[in-house]
């Protein structure tokens, strides 16, 4: 997709925060279209909690029938206790789900990057986190969380509940395909997380992995076990440049990884895969802070970027978006997530428009 022609772009804010973020984001894409002369035009839909409440479903068709006409999704998040209680079919973040299915997108990639100005709000000492900088690839459309059978049933007079961890060859040479590729364009490191040691869907993902690594002999591959990798991460992050992972593990590996940067409020995310790709924060809907304008909108602002660069090809609408970001961190400004690294406190808002302010001043 070239600069040329009208982008349409699904926005999905969603629930809590999302809407938040969602707006600041919106405010960002606005001033890239006009300085940069593109036409952008968003639509907006539901999915999650909001959709439940308006529709009685998590993803109704006709928001699945827009993300699949736009160029590229953009979600804020989904989810919310007043939906807890729900039936796993009409659970909100059933609806994230069938938008990852629905669009084929099984790739997810989760950068954790940690700015040298937020070192100090890490909950890890500075030394440890300096200079990190990597890429988690989870495989995102198969594993546990799609796996049949599922559900809970009656057996021997007492119920079980069941999911099935499964993955086909072509599932794991694709996504090993995406990080290997990645690793290409960073520091040429993969390293495969997995639970070989005790999974036979692991064995062969470590098999299929090592396979089609064959293909690249430029990146170097290595293998670790998934209970190591969450110490590594946390003892020494700088050894990681991409990590590739089953959809589960990449859950929870990347939540794990976005403390490394102080907040998982700066965690964007790309959903790659199929026609068109979906951005969302990796962080969820925070109902204990929704509505207050507490929220970091960065990484919202941050998963744009991603959309710039990744559904449009536009580099350098990307690079001042992320350029923008860092000249706000850098002069001090933190919404409360990161206020551990000291600054000036901020609400959601008023992070927002810094980051438009600096889009002005660098913006040709
Ligand atoms: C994420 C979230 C989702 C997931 C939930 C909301 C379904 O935790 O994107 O990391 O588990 O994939
Ligand atoms: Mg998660």
Known sequence: MGSKGEKRVAVIPGDGIGKEVMAQALLVIEEIATRYGHCIGTEEALAGGSALDATGVPLPESTLDLC???????????????????????????????????????????PAHVYPTLAGASSLKPEIVKGVDLLIVRELTGGIYFGQPRGISKRNGQEVGINTLIYR?????????????????????????????????????????SEVGKSFPDISLNHMLVDNCAMQLIADPGQFDVIVTTNMFGDILSDEASMLTGSIGMLPSASLGGRNGLYEPVHGTAPDIAGRDLANPIAMIASTAMMFKYSFGLEREAAAIETAIASVLDEGYRTADLMAAGGRSVGTREMGRLILDRLDAKGH
Not at 68 to 84: C, E, F, I, M, N
Not at 183 to 206: F, I, P, Y
Request: aromatic share 4%; no cysteine; hydrophobic share 40%.
């Open 68 to 110: 699949k006409r736009s160029h590229a999704v953009l979600l804020g998040a989904v989810g919310g206790p007043q939906w807890d209680d729900n039936p796993p079919e009409l659970k909100p973040e059933k609806g994230i789900l069938g938008l990852r299915a629905g669009l084929g997108l099984f790739a997810n990639l989760r």
């Open 169 to 209: 060859t072509s599932e794991i040479e694709r996504i090993a395909r995406v990080a290997f590729e990645a690793a290409g364009k960073r520091r040429g490191r993969v390293t495969s997380v997995d639970k070989a040691n005790v999974l036979e869907s692991s064995q062969l993902w470590r098999r299929v992995v």
